[in-house]
């Protein structure tokens, strides 16, 4: 797992010491590990793993610079990309939120093992989360990777962000449409869109996209409403 890590992050630009690598490597075997017991990841194979899980949420990195600031993974499962991007930019204040507990008992468990600083384990649906005062209007970045459309991804994550904050959504190709529906509720969520990043992984063909939105004005008091009704009107 190390030489392909080491080996695509270099071919992405993307600088790492050997020690973080080490970090990565030693994270990714404590997934498949674990994903043996529960279901973390439905890819397997080691090297596919390491591409499409640790590479894919490093190459957010590519499009940000999160430096010192704060960073909500809505959705983060096994801690993609959270926990990825933490290892490689330490300094990050993360915080990771799932539905499910399990996942976030090894995400607490493994970011302890890893010797990882200033990384908050939260369980939580993120449409409850995002109306608690200690959570709403809070970051500087949130970040999401394959938890659902578009225009309910927006609505899970845009209240978290303070006003200036940036919305990082991680997607594959094909999103426009649901990127293009999703529009006006991004909009009255204070959302404005920003130019999508496109890009493709190492030796790895498949076209992904990180959908970039920032927000510009505070979410109205309404948002985020329930997931039923959220549901309801993204189904139109
Ligand atoms: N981001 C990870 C996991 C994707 S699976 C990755 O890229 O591998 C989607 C995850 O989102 C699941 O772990 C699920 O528990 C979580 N999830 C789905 N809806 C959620 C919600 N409303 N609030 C919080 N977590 C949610």
Redesign the pocket.
């Known amino acids: 797992m190390e030489s392909i890590l080491k080996t695509g992050l270099a071919a992405m630009e993307i600088p790492a010491e050997a020690r973080q690598i080490d970090l990565l490597a030693r994270y990714g075997r404590t997934v498949l590990e674990r994903n043996q017991v529960m279901n973390l990841?439905a890819v397997r194979e080691p090297e596919a793993f390491a591409r499409r899980?640790i590479l894919d949420s490093a190459a957010l990195l590519r499009c940000f610079e999160p430096g010192a600031g704060t960073l909500i993974?809505?959705?983060?499962?096994?801690g993609?990309?959270g926990m990825v991007l933490k290892i490689l930019r330490p300094d990050l204040r993360l915080t990771l939120?799932?539905?499910?507990g399990k996942?976030v008992a090894f995400l607490r468990e493994t970011a302890a093992a890893l010797g990882l600083h200033d990384v908050r384990c939260v369980q939580?649906?993120?449409?409850e989360l995002g109306r608690d005062p200690a959570f709403r209007e809070q970051f500087d970045f949130a970040a999401?990777?394959?938890?659902?459309a578009m225009a309910l991804l927006a609505e899970?994550t845009l209240p978290f962000l303070r006003v200036g904050g940036q919305l990082l959504a991680?997607k594959a190709e094909d999103c426009e449409a649901e990127t293009a529906a999703a529009l006006p509720l991004l909009r009255k969520l204070g959302g404005e869109p920003l130019p999508a990043f496109t890009y493709t992984l190492p030796e790895d063909d498949a076209v992904r996209r990180v959908i970039r939105a920032e927000k510009r004005a505070p979410t109205p008091a309404l948002y985020p409403r329930t997931?039923a009704k959220m549901k309801k009107e993204a189904q139109g």
Do not use: I, Y
């Open positions: 990841t899980n993974d809505v959705g983060t499962g096994a993609f990309p939120l799932d539905a499910t996942k939580g649906r993120g449409e999401a990777r394959a938890v659902a899970l991680m997931w």
